[in-house]
């Protein structure tokens, strides 16, 4: 954010604060009835935040861990109903892409990654990406935060942002000049970690970028995240046929993940030129860094999208017949063979529940958890019930 000292607001802005401030308590007064009948035994919190919500319509509160949103609602119940403060939030979780947007604004602005970390850090170091920081309004708010936060795990951080607080549950942190001064390398070591970090954070992309996946925008481009589900709802129908339910069970749940990721790529997946645009800003945000970047692999030489797409769908087509004929057969019984086997899948699915709940795609998180659940099924049912 922009702003660098703390402002000194007007006469009349400070009258209309007064005024907001008068009737926000009113409303929050009139509403608790209201509260006591939908919450009885947090009405008063109820009341303060939907008052609140009037005063900040256009906050959002969403993304915060709910430790920290707990911690923030709690804070400013007892503000409100104590000291008649309100507290808004300006900022609060932003997402990896959003926050490197703001970085690479902020390098462009002040010239140099070292000046832009006076100001915000880069998305892995930030806190609102983490979903524990908290930006508030206004000042009066904020200072109120400063002074009784401490009981809700609420701190200011640094010396130059009033308005940022952080959720630390471990207690008081100490106080920073500002956000570049927590991890400021030695002197000399500037361009030597902007090119780890570099390095590093390319490769964390394309692993986000493979967890997200994208979302079909024609018809073949359905086939492959459908084939797999199919796939094992043929190899469950055809275990229970043979009487061997545990590993009909262990298909089907996979079977359901694998639907419900599917659906989940249609409905909350990025689109596939959401996904170049976001990976080009990260390129655009590394190279202002010093980092040296690959230019962007150019799409396969001489197939046109169409071709591409048919060609995808034919090879998930024959992976299907074949994934029916190894699923019915394999693994024939629980061997470290088979755990191996089984465990990229698992691990994949594993992040994927992660990136799908830090990014609320919850038809992505819970088919992937299903997943999972099928795999580790699958092993046991290995061992209750092996073929010969
Ligand atoms: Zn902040």
């Known amino acids: 954010?922009?702003?660098?000292?703390?402002?000194?607001?007007?006469?009349?802005?400070?009258?209309?604060?007064?005024?907001?401030?008068l009737v926000t308590r009113l409303l929050s007064v009139a509403l608790l009835p209201l509260a006591v009948a939908a919450a009885p035994r947090r009405a008063r919190q109820v009341a303060c935040q939907?008052?609140?919500?009037?005063?900040?319509?256009?906050?959002?509160?969403d993304g915060l861990t709910p430790a920290t949103r707990a911690a923030f609602e709690a804070a400013r119940t007892e503000a409100l109903w104590r000291h008649g403060e309100l507290i808004g939030l300006t900022d609060g979780y932003r997402d990896a892409h959003a926050q490197a947007r703001l970085f690479a604004d902020a390098v462009r602005r002040t010239g140099s990654a070292t000046l832009a970390r006076n100001w915000t850090l880069p998305p892995h170091e930030?806190?609102?990406?983490?979903?524990?920081?908290?930006?508030?309004?206004?000042v009066e708010g904020a200072r109120w935060l400063?002074?009784?936060?401490?009981?809700?795990?609420?701190?200011?951080?640094?010396?130059?942002?009033?308005?940022?607080?952080?959720?630390?549950?471990?207690?008081?942190?100490?106080?920073?000049p500002n956000p570049g001064a927590s991890v400021t390398p030695g002197p000399g070591d500037n361009a030597g970690m902007a090119r780890d970090d570099g390095m590093a954070q390319m490769q964390r992309l394309a692993l986000l970028r493979v967890l997200d996946g994208t979302r079909p925008s024609a018809a073949l481009e359905w086939v492959s995240p459908v084939a797999p589900a199919v796939t094992q709802a043929?190899?469950?129908a055809g275990h229970w046929?043979?009487?061997?339910?545990?590993?009909?069970?262990?298909?089907?749940?996979?079977?359901?993940?694998?639907g419900l990721v599917a659906w989940g790529l249609g409905a909350e997946a990025p689109t596939r030129a959401e996904a170049d645009k976001n990976m080009e800003e990260h390129k655009e945000l590394l190279r202002k860094l010093g980092?040296?970047?690959?230019?962007?692999?150019?799409?396969?030489?001489?197939?046109?999208?169409?071709?591409l797409r048919a060609l995808d769908a034919v090879t998930s087509s024959i992976r299907m017949v074949v994934g029916v004929r190894s699923g019915l057969r394999q693994p024939q019984r629980l061997t470290v063979l088979a755990i191996a086997r089984e465990a990229p899948a698992g691990v994949f699915y594993a992040l994927r529940v992660a990136r799908a709940v830090q990014r609320r795609r919850p038809r992505i998180a819970l088919g992937s958890a299903l997943v999972v659940a099928g795999s580790v099924a699958r092993l046991r049912a290995a061992s209750a019930e092996p073929l010969r």
């Not at 930030?126 to 206004?138: E, F, K, N």
């Open 126 to 138: 930030s806190s609102h990406v983490a979903g524990t920081a908290l930006d508030v309004r206004p």
């Open 291 to 307: 980092t040296q970047v690959p230019a962007t692999a150019g799409t396969q030489a001489g197939l046109s999208r169409g071709s």
């Open 50 to 61: 939907w008052a609140l919500a009037a005063r900040f319509p256009a906050e959002n509160l």
């Open 234 to 236: 043929v190899v469950g």
């Open 146 to 176: 400063e002074r009784y936060g401490s009981r809700h795990h609420l701190y200011r951080v640094y010396d130059n942002e009033w308005w940022h607080f952080e959720y630390r549950p471990d207690g008081r942190p100490p106080r920073l």
């Open 241 to 258: 046929a043979a009487g061997r339910r545990r590993r009909a069970l262990a298909a089907w749940a996979r079977a359901a993940g694998l």
């Open 1 to 21: 954010m922009p702003v660098i000292s703390t402002p000194r607001p007007s006469r009349t802005a400070r009258r209309r604060d007064r005024l907001d401030r």
